[in-house]
Structures are given as structure tokens and as C-alpha cells.
């Protein structure tokens, strides 16, 4: 019997089977891939006279199962767990009220948004218990999958591992020829993995360890061992991983191919044809795969070697129907995003990342700007991994992955990313292109996205401002405030 062979058994028995740190893998029960996968409702705006597309989002708590038939405790947007998704097109106005019911305060970051820093939604626009934050801007981006989630200096990991994330899809012209009907054709796909105990309620210390949690149960939507039932011939699925510090290594039991056509920032040049493909904590990937009448396919994650993707897990199993409905054939050109030119003397910043709570020998501040970026730039930047896996996320922009530890980029990873993996004791180095935004006062951050890292101090900050202003920038500012009462 081969692992994969032992594994399977181990599903259908009921067993549990080591995984690393994370525990064990987490056992079947008799429900077992028999729940209904649950699509996030799509949060319909209120379309004002002013043509701005207004949206509500109220943060929670409630009760949610996690596993069927076990209500526990979880936070949401709108709802008891995870979020509805935000829907707005290139060009669009859109205008958030996001209300805080927690208790506590926090922060939602639209996470692969290109918008000024005052709305960005991290840790210097809090949102204090009972208080209203009301940020606005115009959608000019391509289409993508981005999300948003919360971001409270040193309690991001705790928020997110709550159960508060959801996505946010941009629509333009770019993407009219792929699978478009979403809940049928085009599917969402919010991994997490939880360490459940035996009510079903998540628990562990996410600030524990050396990457926090990794979980023995990976959720798909909210949801253990979902199964989807689908009815067309192709099904674009947009997968995010929204978990803590878990890399997940994605392919289908039976071996089959499938074509990544989009990841974080947009869509691909062409789509590119995979059996296997990596997404580490905040990445996205779009994929599209096709389906014969009757089929049943398991998608699953591959055990790896970097500590953070121990463990073979079955995740969603997909049923599809004895007749399907013809699709259109996959365009064999996508999105035309011209490469990042670097220009000859670009700006070169480089950043050591060592342990798991300091970039460049320094932990975050809050109050101090680490750098200044004048607007409109495109600079190399070149992240150095020291140690173990870690990855690498900036706000606001939007870059080219040049090289990962020595080589070129798979196609894959062709499009435009705002998040990079960096294996242990590697280099990557970025194309990265700023937006126009400016403001001197209000930073944006870069940091690694394994939540525990982020909230230990493995995070700096940088403001985008006026071409030739650059040393007449503070390098120190207000500690940030918080949307108190309902006027922020």
C-alpha cells in the first residue's frame, strides 16, 4: 500500500494519521464529502443617484458548524462566519460602511486593492467596538480575485483564524471569454485549516510556535469534506488561501490537468496547463478544469518539504452531473498585461528577512516609515529568506515575480502578484510598480503573510508620495486612531 493508498484508507475508516506539526489529519466521519459546498451570497450594493455602488459590511460574531451538526462560536462579516462576496467592475465608485459588533477593535484591508492609503484598512485605520468606518474609492485595476480580511497590528492571526475573510472579484473586459456565472460555473474556494476540538470548535494559539497554527482540518467555504455537484463542462474555480501559515500544494487524485488562468493581481498572459500548483497564506490563483459527464474528481493537498505544507489532505470532492452543458472553449489568450519594464537605474531595495519577527534587523513600529517611493515608480525589490519558509506581501501594488530562488518564474506565475513564497534560504527578486496615490502621512504596509510572522513584528511600512519630495518625508508619524462612534 502506498501513502496515497494509506491515506485514502485512513479516510474511509476513520483513523487519525500524523501531519506534522499541525496534529493529525483529521478523521472522516459517516457525513463525510456528503455536505453541500456553501457558496458566499453575493452582497448586492445600493446604487445611488450619484452612481456610487454603496456596500454594508457589519463584523459579527455567532455560530456557525464547522463540521455538520456542531454549532460553535466564529466571527463573520454579516454573518456568523467568513464573509459575502464584494462584486464591482474596472471604472466602478464604490463606497464601504463597515460596522464593528466585535467587542474588540480591528481593521478590514482590501487585500489586492490598488487605492489610496487612507482606505487600505490596516493597522492605522482601526475601527473601535460600536464605531463605523467609511472608506471610498474608484476600482482601476484589471480583473481579479482579491479579498479583504482584517489587519490590527499583532492581532491579525487571532481575527483571521476567527473566521473573518471573504473575496472581493473585479470585472473588466479582460475576462468576458472564461466561466462567468457565479455559484454555477465560476466558483469560490476559501481554504483554512483549523485544529478543532471534539465540540468542532477551532482552537489553538495562533501566535505559537514558529508559524502558528497548522491546522489538522483544512475547510473549504466554512465547510469539512464538502462535495460540489456541477453541471457544465468547465468550472473556473478562484481559490484563495485564507489560512494562518499552511502552504497548500493543489492537483486532483486522479492526475488530471487543469489550467491556471489567473493569480493574485490579475489574469494571465495565456493560460498555462498544470497537473500541480503551490499557494501559500494570501496568494490567489484562478484555475479552470474540465469535467466529463458522470465524473468524480478530489481536490487535494500534496504534502511537501517546508515544514508549512506537511500533510496529504483530501479537501473537496466534485460530482459532475450525467449531462453537462457545453461550455465555451479556453481562449488561448487571456489578459495582455505588458511586462513591468524596469527602467535603467531603477530604484534597487533589498530586505532580510531572518527569524520570524523582523525585516532588515528591525521590528515593525508603527510610527515609523521604513520608505519613501515616489509615485508612479517601478523598482526592483529583492527579498532575501534567511531562515525558514516565509512569504512576502505588498500592499497597494502590484508586481512581476523576476526570479524565485535563482530561477525564472513556472508560467503560472506569469501575471501580475501582490504576494510571493520564498522557500527556506532563498531570493526573490520583484518588478514592482507603485501607483499615484500619494500621501506623506499615511503608510502602507509590506510584511510576511503568515499571520503569526506579521503579528510579531515581521513588517514595515512605506508611503507613496510627490516625485522630489522624498527627503522632505517625516520618518516618524502620529500613532494611528480609530473610527470612533459613526463619522470616520
Known amino acids: 500500500m502506498n501513502r496515497r493508498q494509506f491515506l485514502a484508507a485512513v479516510s474511509l475508516t476513520g483513523l ?68 459575502p462576496t464584494l462584486r464591482a467592475a474596472r471604472g466602478d465608485r464604490v463606497a464601504m460602511t463597515v460596522a464593528n459588533r466585535l467587542g474588540e477593535a480591528s481593521t478590514v484591508h482590501w487585500h489586492g486593492m490598488r487605492l489610496p492609503a487612507k482606505m487600505d484598512g490596516g493597522p492605522h485605520q482601526m475601527i473601535e467596538p460600536g464605531a463605523t468606518w467609511r472608506p471610498h474609492w474608484t476600482i482601476d485595476q484589471p480583473a481579479a480575485t482579491a479579498w479583504y480580511h482584517p489587519h490590527p497590528h499583532g492581532r491579525t492571526a487571532a481575527h483571521v483564524y476567527r473566521g473573518l475573510a471573504g473575496l472581493f472579484i473585479i470585472d473588466d473586459r479582460t475576462d468576458a471569454d472564461l466561466p462567468a456565472e457565479y455559484g454555477v460555473d465560476d466558483v469560490p474556494l476559501i481554504l483554512q485549516d483549523k485544529e478543532l476540538d471534539e465540540t468542532g470548535a477551532p482552537t489553538g494559539d495562533p501566535l505559537k510556535g514558529t508559524f502558528g497554527i497548522l491546522g489538522g482540518h483544512i475547510l473549504v467555504n466554512g465547510v469539512h469534506a464538502p462535495r460540489l455537484d456541477v453541471r457544465t463542462r468547465l468550472v473556473r474555480f478562484r481559490v484563495l488561501n485564507g489560512s494562518n501559515a499552511r502552504r497548500y ?59 508549512v505544507d506537511e500533510g496529504d489532505f483530501d479537501i473537496l470532492k466534485i460530482v459532475a452531473a450525467a449531462r453537462l452543458a457545453p461550455s465555451r472553449p479556453l481562449p488561448a489568450r487571456l489578459a495582455d498585461p505588458a511586462p513591468i519594464a524596469v527602467p535603467p537605474g531603477a530604484r534597487v531595495r533589498r530586505f532580510r528577512l531572518e527569524g520570524h519577527d523582523a525585516i532588515n534587523g528591525r521590528e515593525m513600529d508603527i510610527a515609523r516609515i521604513d520608505e519613501v517611493v515616489p509615485a508612479g515608480a517601478v523598482e526592483v525589490w529583492e527579498i532575501e529568506n534567511y531562515v525558514y519558509a516565509h512569504n512576502f506581501h505588498i500592499h497597494e501594488v502590484a508586481f512581476q515575480v523576476l526570479e524565485v530562488a535563482g530561477k525564472k518564474p513556472p508560467a503560472y506565475m506569469a501575471g501580475r502578484k501582490d504576494t510571493v513564497y520564498l522557500p527556506p534560504k532563498s531570493k526573490a527578486r520583484l518588478a514592482v510598480q507603485f501607483g499615484t496615490h500619494t500621501d506623506p502621512g499615511t503608510p502602507y504596509m509590506y510584511h510576511c503573510h503568515i499571520l503569526r510572522h506579521e503579528d510579531s513584528g515581521m513588517m514595515g511600512q512605506f508611503v507613496i508620495v510627490r516625485p522630489g519630495t522624498e527627503r522632505s518625508v517625516p520618518r516618524r508619524i502620529a500613532a494611528p486612531g480609530g473610527a470612533h462612534g459613526h463619522g470616520h
Open 16 to 83: 487519525a494519521t500524523a501531519c506534522g506539526q499541525g496534529g493529525s489529519r483529521a478523521p472522516a466521519n459517516p457525513a463525510a464529502f456528503r455536505t453541500a459546498l456553501p457558496v458566499p451570497p453575493l452582497l448586492e450594493p445600493r446604487t445611488g443617484a450619484d452612481g456610487v455602488r454603496r456596500f454594508a459590511l457589519t463584523m459579527r460574531r455567532g455560530r456557525a458548524e464547522l463540521l455538520p451538526g456542531r454549532p460553535v462560536k466564529t466571527w463573520g462579516f454579516n454573518g456568523p462566519h467568513l464573509g
Open 249 to 307: 500544494r493543489l492537483a486532483f487524485a486522479d492526475g488530471r490537468a487543469f489550467h491556471v488562468v489567473g493569480n493574485d493581481a490579475g489574469l494571465l498572459p495565456a493560460p498555462a496547463e498544470v497537473e500541480q500548483v503551490p499557494l501559500s497564506p494570501g496568494e490567489r490563483v484562478e484555475i479552470v478544469v474540465a469535467f466529463a459527464p458522470g465524473d468524480e474528481a478530489m481536490l487535494l493537498t500534496r504534502s511537501g518539504s517546508h515544514d
